[in-house]
């Protein structure tokens, strides 16, 4: 039997529980959801089995061909703009984390002190698009090599994707030193993925082989799996399904971490598979 080490921190944050439990008690009104409740495909089937769907982000031509008028905003948030327009004509259910609507906030008071906010994050990603949606005129950075394009920029305020690299904001918030002659910098990445992380690279300096499990489509255990990767064999699976023999020969101790919208009991299933192999 292989000896399992689950990380300290894995699993559901209280954002997407949040999310969930909202979504759940609404399920009478049967209503849609805005984009993917949360990253997470056995989430996503487990609502549907509820009566609780969902449409892309932004597809209101599909929106309008559902006959719910109860629409469900995702943990991610929208901009202001987009929440508003949907509340003219539907019921809002908004489950959007606190912790996102604390970027938003705290992106605008950098703005109206002058700064011109650079967000760290994933231009594409849901969260990030609803974070620019609340600025005048704000910079996505993905990495170093976006920052290096930047002209000099007088004051720069520097703000977070709440799901994206401790190590990448750091190496951002350093570089972007040479590019301004006034950096402020709020690390907005919220503290269960601080937390996460943090437990996942402890365990993975100290096993022979790491699995992260979470949604394909999921930023956080993309950070997670990225992060692993650094130190020991690390593979990304959705479900014990996934798991294959020939990644543990040789292999005695095994990490297993999960990302914050992976449910506890994928995370069980996945420890128990290994144990029984």
């Not at 629409?71 to 984390?97: F, R």
């Not at 096993?207 to 990225?226: C, F, P, W, Y």
Request: hydrophobic share 40%; proline share 3%.
């Amino acid at each position: 039997m292989k000896n399992v080490i689950l990380a300290n921190s894995a699993g559901f944050c209280f954002g997407v529980k949040r999310a969930i439990d909202i979504a759940e008690e609404n399920a009478s009104l049967m209503p849609v959801i805005f984009g993917n409740l949360v990253h997470n495909p056995n989430v996503i089937n487990s609502l549907k089995a509820k009566g609780i769907t969902n449409v892309p982000v932004g597809a209101k031509a599909e929106l309008e061909k559902i006959h719910s008028k109860n629409v469900v905003v995702t943990a991610h948030g929208i901009s202001d703009s987009a929440l508003n327009e949907l509340k003219k004509e539907y019921n809002v259910i908004d489950t959007t984390c606190p912790l996102v609507k604390a970027v938003h906030i705290l992106g605008r008071k950098l703005e109206a002190e002058g700064y011109q906010v650079v967000i760290f994050g994933n231009p594409k990603h849901v969260e990030t698009i609803g974070t620019v949606g609340n600025l005048k005129n704000a910079i996505v950075v993905e990495n170093i090599h976006d920052a290096e394009k930047l002209p000099h920029i007088p004051r720069l305020g520097l703000i977070s994707q709440t799901t994206s690299s401790l190590r990448g904001f750091a190496e951002i918030a350093e570089f972007l030193k040479k590019k301004t002659d006034d950096l402020k910098v709020q690390n907005t990445i919220c503290y269960p993925t601080k937390d996460r992380q943090i437990a996942a690279e402890q365990l993975a300096k100290n096993v022979d082989l790491m699995i992260v499990v979470g949604g394909r489509i999921s930023a956080n255990t993309k950070e997670l799996h990225e992060l692993c990767n650094k130190y020991t064999e690390s593979h990304w699976i959705e479900t014990a399904d996934e798991l294959k023999e020939e990644w543990f020969e040789g292999k005695e101790n095994v990490g297993v971490t999960a990302g914050a919208s992976t449910p506890d009991n994928d995370i069980q299933a996945v420890v128990q598979r290994i144990r029984d192999l």
